[in-house]
């Protein structure tokens, strides 16, 4: 597994050729937009932000996303990541998601057609932030590629997915932003 995971508040890698992903609806404060959170105004609520990933290690087969909340309270315990969204079998020939691909994957053509949702912690697929009790909370993106294709059935959970993967990965990109 690579080492070199790259983390920061706005996606921007300091090397731009190492493996990084990066969301363009981030702003500049690090935050993600209101339409793609419970907090959202009308119709654009709850919408998965765009994703883009570059330098992909060249063995790369497939790759895996997982988007959490790493800062979501539970009543039996101090910090439990809360999972957000789930998304496997991602080809690597896509450069990223678009805005407001989940729920959508199923309408889209071509490369698209592959990528599968997994459960978040609402037990549904998809793109999913919860009310947040209180501001400030770090939503974690983390970019598997992988040096093969995961078969998951038809339940995909966080869970399985990190199973499946170990050994598998090859590298890592990931961000964080608030909420």
């Known amino acids: 597994?690579?080492?070199?995971?790259?983390?920061?508040?706005?996606?921007?890698?300091?090397?731009?050729?190492?493996?990084?992903?990066?969301?363009?609806?981030?702003?500049?404060?690090?935050?993600?937009?209101?339409?793609?959170?419970?907090?959202?105004?009308?119709?654009?609520?709850?919408?998965?932000?765009?994703?883009?990933?570059?330098?992909?290690?060249?063995?790369?087969?497939?790759?895996?996303?997982?988007?959490?909340?790493?800062?979501?309270?539970?009543?039996?315990?101090?910090?439990?990541?809360?999972?957000?969204?789930?998304v496997a079998d991602i080809p690597p020939t896509l450069k990223g998601l678009p805005e407001g691909f989940s729920g959508k994957n199923d309408k889209l053509s071509g490369e698209y057609e592959k990528v599968v949702e997994g459960n978040n912690d609402e037990k549904i697929p998809g793109w999913r932030v919860p009310m947040m009790p209180n501001p400030g909370h770090r939503i974690e993106f983390r970019l598997y590629a992988l040096d093969d294709e995961v078969h998951l059935g038809r339940t995909v959970t966080k869970e399985r997915l990190l199973d499946t993967i170990q050994g598998h990965v090859i590298g890592e990109a990931a961000f964080i932003t608030l909420h």
């Open 1 to 86: 597994m690579s080492n070199n995971v790259v983390v920061d508040m706005t996606g921007i890698s300091p090397d731009a050729d190492e493996f990084r992903m990066v969301s363009p609806a981030v702003n500049k404060e690090g935050k993600l937009p209101r339409w793609c959170t419970d907090d959202g105004q009308g119709a654009k609520r709850n919408i998965s932000p765009p994703i883009e990933w570059y330098n992909l290690p060249k063995e790369t087969k497939s790759l895996a996303l997982v988007v959490q909340d790493i800062d979501a309270p539970d009543p039996s315990s101090p910090l439990v990541p809360w999972t957000i969204w789930v």
